[in-house]
């Protein structure tokens, strides 16, 4: 069969088409990852440290995916991201009423200074069930320059009462950045 070239003025958009072979100039995904705590806290922390790759069950990063340092977070190449965090706390044996902050900071200035992108608040009182509660923060980075832009995730507690849950199995409190874009 012949192959012709169609103007694209006179492609409905709106049809269902089939397509054999490899269709280009479709966007796709070409960065994400996934780190997870793998030991628990309890109180503030600046920034979440003790983090792994997800290495249990079907996950596999696609590109060079992003590197972790002292809970600060690279890029491996610019675009845009979606950045986001999930964090499960559990509340101690205490009769209290604590508040658990959840943050995604990022930095343009390799870690001179961070700016507040999101965050989470939840109160959790220790005479309710259940004592478990969960946080979600998420942001979109614009990631111009990969030595540069970062990012990290924090807790802020107003009790050491209030843990923040991990497991080297599961996915607890994790990490997922996804780039959705170019810069």
């Known amino acids: 069969m ?6 694209s003025e006179s492609i409905n ?3 269902t088409f089939a397509f054999t072979g490899t269709v280009t100039g479709t966007p796709s995904i070409t960065e994400f990852d996934l780190f997870r705590l793998t030991t628990d806290f309890s109180g503030n922390q600046t920034a979440i440290t003790n983090v792994e790759r997800q290495d249990t069950g079907t996950f596999e990063k696609i590109g060079t995916g992003v590197t972790e340092s ?3 977070f690279s890029f491996a190449s610019t675009g845009k991201y979606l950045v986001t965090g999930v964090a499960n706390f559990v509340i101690g044996n205490s009769a209290e009423e604590n508040d658990q ?3 995604l900071d990022t930095t343009v200035d390799n870690g001179s200074n961070y700016v507040r992108e999101t965050y989470a608040r939840i109160g959790m009182d220790e005479s309710k069930n259940p004592r ?3 946080a979600i923060v998420q942001t979109c980075v614009d990631v111009t320059d990969t030595s540069q832009v970062k990012v990290k995730f924090a807790v802020g507690s107003s009790s ?4 923040s849950l991990s497991s080297t199995n599961a996915n607890y ?3 997922t950045f996804m780039r959705i874009g170019d810069t």
Do not use: W
């Not at 050491?160 to 843990?163: A, D, E, K």
């Open 160 to 163: 050491s009462n209030v843990s």
């Open 2 to 7: 012949a192959l012709s070239k169609i103007q």
């Open 70 to 72: 002292s809970g600060v």
């Open 101 to 103: 902050e959840f943050y």
């Open 132 to 134: 478990n509660a969960q």
């Open 13 to 15: 958009l709106a049809d």
């Open 173 to 175: 409190t994790y990490f």
